[in-house]
């Protein structure tokens, strides 16, 4: 995706503003001599940075910040030997309860507030310039996040995080942190593990739902999502082939109205007819109303059939002499037809007799 200035977007995190401005993540490469920084440095290596833009509605820049204004590359807890040296690997962004910044930076295990308007750093929690005191770690191996992702903040004001560990643990883990940004005290108020561990040493993320439990993707763990309740009690777990990963995972209201077609299949065997009809996409049909007769457009009601998942059937043992056709309504939860066009979900065939 294009980028304002000649950049292009990265994948890793795409923001939509309540007031309709976007905020979005480059990747920006630089060639330095790193043998002028470190000892046994690549005199031409390439240095990935971080780059954020905003953008308002017409996709004009309206804030830009570089990394390499603002971080040492020397600030990474990755090789600085490399010749591909990504010190920074931004993996989210967000606009802050007052308008400033959060940023995750794997690279670095730093999560940093930076003002939104004049793009210098407020804070930095985590890695070599953690500027935060961390307490009620519940492991000492546990005091500090490692190459995380999703810095989120909670609706409580709190942080929440998914802690990959990569690199130090065989497992990963979801933390919430209470912060005193005065003071700079980083409480550990909640923190998920699973049992058994599960590491999704790459990707993840964590979504705080309305009802209080948290939504848990594993990356490249395995289960891939898991939903839990405050203390910790599991009351979803989603799993993928062992070759599949996913980004992230979200759980958001949805009604699902397709574009396309509904569909009737109608079979004879016999003196019994089965008609097999699905809407493929609508998640708010409750029941069907089944009509079949001689006419064009029939309107005699045989049967209120309840929806019974994809594809739902209605058997008919005994059928009206002559050819019938066929038509099903969809019915929201409240009875009320849900589809005007009476040609939808219509049967027409040139004979159906009952035998």
């Known amino acids: 995706m294009p980028a304002g200035n000649d950049y292009r977007a990265d994948f890793h995190d795409f923001q939509i503003l309540p007031d309709g401005q976007m905020l979005l993540l480059i990747y920006e490469e630089r060639q330095i001599d790193m043998s002028e920084i470190v000892e046994g440095g690549d005199p031409n290596a390439t240095v990935v940075g971080c780059r954020i833009q905003e953008q308002d509605a017409a996709k004009n820049v309206v804030f830009e910040w570089s990394s390499f204004d603002h971080f040492a590359i020397t600030d990474t807890t990755v090789s600085l030997l490399n010749s591909r040296i990504d010190y920074v690997h931004c993996n989210s962004i967000e606009q802050d309860t007052d308008g400033h910044l959060l940023l995750s930076s794997r690279g670095m295990d730093e999560v940093t507030k930076i003002n939104g308007e004049s793009g210098d750093i407020i804070w930095r929690l985590g890695g070599k310039n ?26 409580n004001g709190n942080i929440t995080l998914f802690d990959n560990r990569l690199g130090a643990s065989n497992y990963s883990r979801v933390v919430e942190y209470q912060l005193d940004e005065d003071n700079k005290i980083a409480t550990l108020v909640w923190e998920y593990r699973n049992t058994p561990d599960i590491h999704g040493h790459i990707m993840g993320n964590a979504q705080r739902l309305p009802n209080g439990n948290t939504l848990i ?7 891939a999502v898991i939903e839990v309740k405050r203390d910790g009690t599991k009351v979803l777990e989603l799993c993928m082939p062992l070759n599949m990963v996913s980004y992230r995972a979200f759980r958001f209201p949805w009604t699902g109205r397709p574009n396309t077609e509904p569909t009737l299949v109608v079979n004879t065997h016999g003196p019994v007819t089965t008609l097999t009809y699905s809407w493929n996409g609508a998640t708010d049909v409750a029941a069907y109303r089944v009509y079949g007769d001689n006419r064009d457009l029939p309107i005699t009601l045989i049967t209120v059939e309840p929806k019974a998942g994809f594809e739902t059937r209605t058997v008919i043992n005994t059928m009206p002499d002559g050819p019938t056709n066929f038509r099903v309504v969809p019915l929201d939860q409240y009875g009320v037809p849900m589809i005007d066009d009476p040609t939808k979900f219509l049967f027409l065939p040139t004979v159906l007799m009952a035998n």
């Open 217 to 223: 993707g594993w990356g490249s763990g395995h289960p």
């Open 130 to 155: 953690n500027e935060f005191q961390f307490v009620n770690a519940i492991a000492a191996e546990d005091v500090e996040f490692i190459k995380q992702h999703d810095s989120r903040r909670a609706a």
